[in-house]
């Protein structure tokens, strides 16, 4: 381990264990793909051990099945177990991909709400996410996974201390500066998290119906043309209208070409702005790059923009007692 991960982690472990009377226990899940390296996966456990964590690991390699972390019932079964351990505190999906939206119909959201755990992951676990509050109204965390957070040979210090500030605290401030937002003053529920997965989740039941929110998006690979037609779809099923505020994450990972003939993503958000009433911000440093914010998922915030620079403000949310 490198001396700056070293530090990090040091520093981390220091500030949890000032702050909470006992370290924090964290269930490592699968509900989606599997770690293709399973190095990796105790590399990871042990970053989040030094840093003060116990950890419970429910993902296994033998269990791979397909493309997916294990079989639908046994990845259903891997969140009922960190659901309903009494040592655990926070339940952290191992890493995304795709397979969480066949588990929806099975799933006992009551049961994962009750639990009073924190739920934490980004990418396909917004599909779970999303399901928890349509049905139950939970707040959970589009937050670091395992895999790549919590792995990589030089770790994020800015993810992994928001994270922890985050997870540690009843409020939460993310600030940004971009040059052309909309100045914006508006308070509601923030909600949202991966674009694919939002749009995907229309028409269904797990999609959540709210009125007056603070919605955010973000995604990876996707071209301008994909990610205005997703937000398209959104906008024709109604819901960009309902809400107060759009605020864009991280688009990275797409390849424009010569066909493109100029359209990039600041043309496709300019199409956008003119087309859509809702305010539309970008700049928020959240997704699937290497450093990322955390937000609590269906909590009450507040977004103020002026000048280009932004602050949301999010509190109220269920996070790690003292």
């Not at 995304?96 to 799933?107: I, K, S, V």
Request: proline share 6%; aromatic share 8%; charged share 20%.
């Amino acid at each position: 381990m490198s001396t700056e991960n070293t530090n990090l982690n040091q520093t981390i472990r220091a500030d949890l264990l000032t702050k909470l009377k006992r370290p924090p226990s964290i269930a490592i899940v699968s509900p989606s793909g599997y770690a293709p390296d399973s190095d990796a996966v105790i590399r990871g456990m042990q970053t989040l051990q030094a840093q003060g964590c116990t950890v419970r690991n429910l993902t296994d390699p033998s269990y791979r099945h397909h493309r997916f972390g294990a079989t639908d019932d046994q990845r259903i079964a891997q969140l009922y177990a960190a659901a309903t351990d009494p040592e655990v505190d926070i339940v952290m999906a191992l890493r995304g991909g795709y397979g969480l939206t066949r588990l929806l119909p099975d799933l006992d959201f009551s049961l994962l709400a009750r639990s009073g755990k924190l739920f934490v992951g980004h990418s396909d676990f917004t599909a779970l996410q999303m399901a928890l509050l349509a049905s139950q109204g939970m707040v959970t965390f589009s937050a670091p996974m395992l895999c790549d957070d919590f792995v990589r040979e030089e770790l994020s210090a800015f993810s992994l201390t928001n994270f922890w500030q985050c997870l540690s605290s009843p409020k939460h401030v993310v600030r940004g500066k971009v040059v052309g937002n909309p100045d914006v003053d508006v308070q509601g529920t923030l909600w949202g998290g991966n674009l694919a997965m939002l749009t995907h989740l229309v028409g269904s039941p797990w999609l959540p119906k709210i009125e007056g929110g603070i919605l955010f998006v973000e995604d990876v690979n996707e071209h301008p043309y994909r990610v205005e037609r997703m937000l398209l779809q959104l906008h024709h099923a109604g819901v960009l209208e309902r809400q107060q505020a759009i605020v864009l994450g991280d688009f990275s990972g797409y390849r424009l070409t010569d066909y493109d003939n100029g359209y990039d993503f600041e043309q496709m958000l300019i199409w956008l702005r003119s087309h859509v009433a809702t305010p539309i911000l970008s700049g928020l440093q959240i997704g699937h790059g290497r450093d990322k914010v955390t937000l609590p998922v269906g909590a009450p915030a507040s977004l103020h923009s002026a000048g280009g620079d932004f602050s949301l403000t999010v509190q109220d949310y269920p996070h790690l007692k003292p």
